[in-house]
C-alpha cells in the first residue's frame, strides 16, 4: 500500500502538468476549433515528458541529488543561471495562472469574481506548503484530480468523431499556421519545464535510492499518460459539443460545460472538482519549483521535510513567488490568456532544460552504468530535434498569427 501510494507523486505532477487551466482552456478551444486532429500532438507530448522524465527520475535515484543541482555543477554557473533565468520566469507566470485558475473554479461554484478569491488562493496555497507534509498534498490534490476521469466517459456519452485522429490537417474555415500554433502551445504544455524539476526535486524528498528505479518508472509511465488522458477529455468533449456549432471556447466555464450536458450537475460537480485540484495542484508544484531552482542553484538548504528555519531562504523564495504571482494577477489580466503567453514562452526556453538533463543523464560520473542506453539516446535526440524546431517556431508564428487568433 505505501508504495501505491507513493505513485501519487508521479500522478500529482501529470495532472498538473497536463490539466492546468492553461491547458484546459487550450486543449478545449482546439478541440472546439479543430476536432479530433491535434491528438497527435498529446500523443507526442506524452512520449516526449516521459522519455526526458524517466531519465531526470533515474538520475535523481542514484545520484540522489536533484536535476538542477547538477545541471549547475555540470555545466557550470554561467550556463545553469541561464537556465535558471528562463525557468523561474517561467514558473512564475504558470504560478499566476495557476492561482488564478484556483480562483476561476471557485468563482463558477460561487458566483462570486474570481479576482476576489485570488489572495484567499494564495494565503491557503502558502499555508498548505508551509504547514502540511509534503506526501499529504501529493495523494489529497493527486487523487482528487483523478474525478477528471468523468470527461473520458463523458466522451463515448457525447459521441466526437473519432475518425478525425488520423486527420492532421486543419478543417474547412481553419489555416495551417493557426493549426500549428495551437500544435506549438500543446506541445509546450506537455513539456513545460517545472515538471521536471519538480518531480526530481521530489523524488530526492521522498529519499529515493537506487532501488527505487522501478517507482520512478511507475511514477513516470503510469502518471504522465494518464494526465495526457485526461486532457485529452477536455478535447474531445469539445470538440462533440462545440466543433458542430462553430463555436470557440474561451473560458473555464465554456470548458467545463460538456460533462454538465452529459450528466447533469453530478458531472459538473465532479468536473469542476478536478479542475480545481489539478490547478491547486499545479499551483503546488509551480511554487514549489520556483524555491527549488532557486535553492538548488545557490547551494541553499531547501525541501518541504525541512522545518521552514532550516531552509528559510528556500521558503521566502516560495513565498516572494506567490506575491509576486498574485501582485500579475491584481492587475486583473486574464489568466487565461496569461497561460496562452506563458505556453508560447516555455517553448523557447524548452531547450535549456532538456539538452542538460541528456547531457547529465549520459555522464558516469553520476550514473555509472545506469547512463542512457541506446533507446533513451536515440528518443532523447530525436525530441531534442522537436523541442529546437518549436522554440525556433514559436515567435514568428505567434506574430503571424496574432496569438492564434
Known amino acids: 500500500m505505501k508504495r501505491l501510494l507513493a505513485v501519487t507523486l508521479g500522478i500529482l505532477t501529470a495532472i498538473g502538468g497536463f490539466v492546468d487551466i492553461g491547458d484546459i482552456v487550450s486543449t478545449s478551444e482546439a478541440g472546439a476549433r479543430f476536432g479530433l486532429s491535434h491528438t497527435w500532438v498529446l500523443l507526442v507530448g506524452i512520449v516526449g515528458i516521459c522519455v526526458y522524465a524517466e531519465m531526470a527520475g533515474r538520475v535523481t535515484a542514484v545520484s540522489k541529488r536533484p536535476v538542477y543541482d547538477l545541471i549547475r555543477e555540470r555545466l557550470g554557473p554561467r550556463v545553469a543561471l541561464v537556465n535558471l533565468l528562463g525557468a523561474y520566469a517561467i514558473t512564475l507566470l504558470t504560478l499566476a495562472a495557476e492561482i488564478g485558475g484556483v480562483a476561476l473554479a471557485l468563482q463558477l461554484l460561487s458566483g462570486a469574481p474570481y479576482l476576489l478569491w485570488v489572495p484567499a488562493v494564495a494565503l491557503v496555497l502558502w499555508l498548505a506548503l508551509w504547514r502540511v507534509k509534503f506526501s499529504t498534498l501529493e495523494r489529497i490534490f493527486g487523487l482528487a484530480g483523478l474525478s477528471l476521469v468523468v470527461l473520458l466517459i463523458a466522451t463515448f456519452k457525447l459521441g466526437p468523431d473519432f475518425t478525425q485522429m488520423t486527420k492532421i490537417a486543419p478543417p474547412p474555415g481553419e489555416n495551417w499556421p493557426t493549426y500549428f500554433f495551437v500544435a506549438i502551445a500543446l506541445f509546450a504544455s506537455a513539456m513545460t519545464p517545472y515538471e521536471v524539476f519538480f518531480f526530481t526535486s521530489g523524488g530526492v524528498e521522498e529519499r529515493w535510492t537506487p532501488r527505487d528505479l522501478t517507482l520512478s518508472r511507475v511514477n513516470v509511465f503510469l502518471g504522465f499518460p494518464l494526465g495526457?488522458?485526461?486532457?485529452?477529455?477536455?478535447?474531445?468533449?469539445?470538440?462533440?459539443?462545440?466543433?458542430?456549432?462553430?463555436?470557440?471556447?474561451?473560458?473555464?466555464?465554456?470548458?467545463?460545460?460538456?460533462?454538465?450536458?452529459?450528466?447533469?450537475?453530478?458531472?459538473?460537480?465532479?468536473?469542476?472538482?478536478?479542475?480545481?485540484?489539478?490547478?491547486?495542484?499545479?499551483?503546488?508544484?509551480?511554487?514549489?519549483?520556483?524555491?527549488?531552482?532557486?535553492?538548488?542553484?545557490?547551494?541553499?538548504?531547501?525541501?518541504?521535510?525541512?522545518?521552514?528555519?532550516?531552509?528559510a531562504r528556500f521558503h521566502t523564495v516560495v513565498l516572494v513567488s506567490i506575491l509576486l504571482a498574485v501582485a500579475a494577477l491584481l492587475t486583473t489580466i486574464d489568466p487565461v490568456q496569461l497561460t496562452e503567453y506563458m505556453l508560447i514562452f516555455s517553448a523557447i526556453v524548452l531547450p535549456l532544460t532538456y539538452l542538460p538533463i541528456l547531457v547529465i543523464a549520459n555522464d558516469r560520473g553520476y550514473l555509472g552504468d545506469k547512463v542512457n542506453g541506446r533507446l533513451a539516446n536515440t528518443l532523447g535526440v530525436i525530441y531534442l530535434f522537436v523541442i529546437l524546431a518549436a522554440a525556433v517556431a514559436a515567435v514568428p508564428i505567434m506574430i503571424l498569427t496574432g496569438m492564434g487568433g
Open 228 to 311: 495526457g488522458l485526461l486532457a485529452f477529455g477536455f478535447l474531445a468533449t469539445s470538440a462533440a459539443v462545440y466543433e458542430p456549432l462553430g463555436m470557440r471556447v474561451d473560458t473555464l466555464g465554456q470548458a467545463v460545460l460538456p460533462a454538465g450536458l452529459a450528466f447533469g450537475q453530478v458531472g459538473l460537480g465532479l468536473v469542476i472538482l478536478g479542475v480545481f485540484a489539478a490547478t491547486f495542484g499545479a499551483a503546488m508544484e509551480t511554487s514549489l519549483s520556483a524555491g527549488y531552482t532557486v535553492a538548488q542553484y545557490f547551494g541553499w538548504s531547501w525541501g518541504k521535510y525541512l522545518r521552514p528555519r532550516q531552509a
